[in-house]
C-alpha cells in the first residue's frame, strides 16, 4: 500500500479515540517502557513532546525528571532537515516555532550530542512487526538514526501496528516498540 494513503488511514483511526481512551492507553504504553531495563538504565532519554492524537509522552517526561534522567528533545532544522536535541528541566522552556510542534527553546537549553543518549524514544504513525515505521514524512528521524548508535523504542497504540510497511534503503527499524497489549522486538512480537 501506498505510503501517505497508509499514514492517512492510521492518523484517521487514531483521531477516532476519545479523549479517555487516548490518555489510559498513553498511561498503560508509558508504564510498561518505564519497566524496560533500557529506560530505568538511562540517564539520557530522547523523546518528542506529542501532539494529540500521538500517545502521549508528558506524563512519561515528568517520569523522567522524577528519577533523574535528562530529557532531551528535537528542535528541528528545517533547512537541512536535521534535528537538535535539547536537554529541557521545565515544559516552560518549549515553544511552538515550527508545524504546531512543541520544540526546546535554544538559548535557554543544553545541547546534546547524539552519543549522549542513551536512550531514543521514535515517534512514528505506522509500524511494521519488523519495527520498521512510517512517520509525518520529514524524514527526520531516518537521517537522525544514521548518526545514532544507541538504544531505540518507539510507543503505539496497537492499531499502529501494521503487517508491513514500505522499507526504502534510508529506513532503519527501531529496536522494540510498546504497545498497550503487545511488545514487538526485532521481528517478534509476544503478548
Ligand atoms: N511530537 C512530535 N514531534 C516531532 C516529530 C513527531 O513525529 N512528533 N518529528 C518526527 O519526525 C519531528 C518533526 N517532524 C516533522 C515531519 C514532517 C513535517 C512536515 O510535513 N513538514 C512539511 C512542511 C515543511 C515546512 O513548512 O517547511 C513538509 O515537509 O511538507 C514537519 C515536521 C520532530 N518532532
Ligand atoms: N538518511 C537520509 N538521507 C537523505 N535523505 C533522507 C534520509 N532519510 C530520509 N530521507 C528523505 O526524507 C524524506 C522523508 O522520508 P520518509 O518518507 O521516509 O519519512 P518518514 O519516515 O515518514 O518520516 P520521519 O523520519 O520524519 O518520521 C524522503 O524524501 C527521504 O528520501
Redo the contacts with the bound molecule.
Keep these: 500500500m501506498d505510503k501517505s494513503i497508509q499514514r492517512k488511514y492510521v492518523l484517521d483511526e487514531m483521531n477516532k479515540m476519545d479523549y479517555e481512551e487516548h490518555r489510559e492507553k498513553s498511561r498503560i504504553i508509558a508504564g510498561r517502557l518505564m519497566e524496560d531495563p533500557a529506560f530505568i538504565q538511562a540517564r539520557t532519554v530522547g523523546v518528542?513532546?506529542?501532539?494529540f492524537p500521538?500517545v502521549d509522552?508528558h506524563e512519561l517526561i515528568r517520569e523522567c525528571w522524577k528519577a533523574g534522567k535528562n530529557v532531551a528533545?528535537?528542535k528541528?532544522l528545517?533547512k537541512s532537515r536535521q534535528?537538535d536535541f535539547h536537554v529541557i528541566t521545565d515544559f516552560g522552556q518549549l515553544e511552538v516555532v515550527?508545524?504546531h510542534?512543541?520544540?526546546p527553546k535554544v538559548g535557554e537549553t543544553q545541547y546534546v550530542k547524539p552519543e549522549e543518549i542513551d536512550l531514543l524514544i521514535v515517534?512514528?504513525?505506522v509500524f511494521s512487526k519488523s519495527g520498521y515505521r512510517i512517520?509525518?514524512?520529514?524524514?527526520?528521524?531516518d537521517r537522525y538514526l544514521a548518526d545514532y548508535a544507541g538504544t531505540t523504542r518507539s510507543l503505539a497504540f496497537d492499531l499502529q501496528l501494521a503487517e508491513s510497511v514500505p522499507v526504502e534503503p534510508h529506513d532503519i527499524p527501531v529496536d522494540a516498540i510498546y504497545t498497550e497489549s503487545r511488545l514487538v522486538v526485532a521481528g517478534k512480537v509476544s503478548g
Aim: aromatic residues 16%; proline residues 8%; charged residues 15%.
Design positions: 518528542t513532546v506529542s501532539a500521538e509522552t528533545v528535537p528541528c528545517r534535528m515550527y508545524m510542534l512543541k520544540e515517534p512514528g504513525v512517520g509525518f514524512g520529514g524524514g527526520y528521524y
